[in-house]
T-cell receptor, first 116, second 114 residues
Framework: AQSVTQLDSQVPVFEEAPVELRCNYS??????LFWYVQYPNQGLQLLLK??????LVKGINGFEAEFNKSQTSFHLRKPSVHISDTAEYFC??????????????FGAGTRLFVKA | DAGVIQSPRHEVTEMGQEVTLRCKPI?????LFWYRQTMMRGLELLIY????????DSGMPEDRFSAKMPNASFSTLKIQPSEPRDSAVYFC????????????FGDGTRLSIL
């Protein structure tokens, strides 16, 4: 069974500083990986996704993530954060099940606080 | 292109009452998901549909919860009777086909049961 672990529940950081939000997963088969962002009073929005190919994936708002198969990680990074990046970030893993359907598992979320 | 549309955005009702949450997925999407989000439990998958057919309802907490998808453009999540512990934000999401497609979320319904 797959699982997704977001190692930090909250990450405070000063404006213009770099940030890394960590995500590890466990799965016995090939997976697809996603990062979503949730702003207050809104639903989740896709930031970026890894399907195949280059392990460094660039997303919206200056975020990027690197897929590391050997460490089963998909950490999210941004070199310089803005106040507007304050939100909750979810890592998600999707894999095909034996039944032919697919299942997506979301991590517990990491709340990013950007301070002035 | 309109996104996933949920209604109502907010619902406040007394325990014991029936609550119906509504969702219109993105046109052409063949998967529809219902989630519940709380501070304590985070984001929980309740049920999902493929081509209007329920595929996995193992996340539905109790028989008080039911979901239907009568056609490709509409789904409901019903709670009857409602209880204070059902208070949460309920999200609907839709996606197109396969496992490598992201889910598109609505803005949620904030439900408060008094």
């Amino acid at each position: 069974a797959q699982s997704v672990t977001q190692l930090d529940s909250q990450v405070p950081v000063f404006e213009e500083a770099p940030v890394e939000l960590r995500c590890n997963y466990s799965s016995s088969v090939s997976v697809y990986l996603f990062w979503y962002v949730q702003y207050p009073n809104q639903g989740l929005q896709l930031l970026l996704k890894y399907l195949s190919g280059s392990t460094l994936v660039k997303g919206i708002n200056g975020f990027e993530a690197e897929f590391n198969k050997s460490q089963t990680s998909f950490h999210l990074r941004k070199p310089s954060v803005h106040i507007s990046d304050t939100a909750e970030y979810f890592c998600a893993v999707s894999e095909k099940e034996d039944t032919g359907g697919f299942k997506t598992i979301f991590g517990a979320g990491t709340r990013l606080f950007v301070k002035a | 292109d309109a996104g996933v549309i949920q209604s109502p955005r907010h619902e406040v009702t007394e325990m014991g009452q029936e609550v119906t949450l509504r969702c219109k997925p993105i046109s052409g999407h063949d998967y529809l998901f219902w989630y519940r989000q709380t501070m304590m439990r985070g984001l929980e998958l309740l049920i999902y549909f493929n081509n209007n057919v329920p595929i996995d309802d193992s996340g539905m907490p109790e028989d008080r919860f039911s979901a239907k998808m009568p056609n490709a453009s509409f789904s409901t999540l019903k709670i009857q009777p409602s209880e204070p512990r059902d208070s949460a934000v309920y999200f609907c999401a839709s996606s197109l086909g396969t496992d490598n497609q992201p889910q598109h979320f609505g803005d949620g319904t904030r439900l408060s049961i008094l």
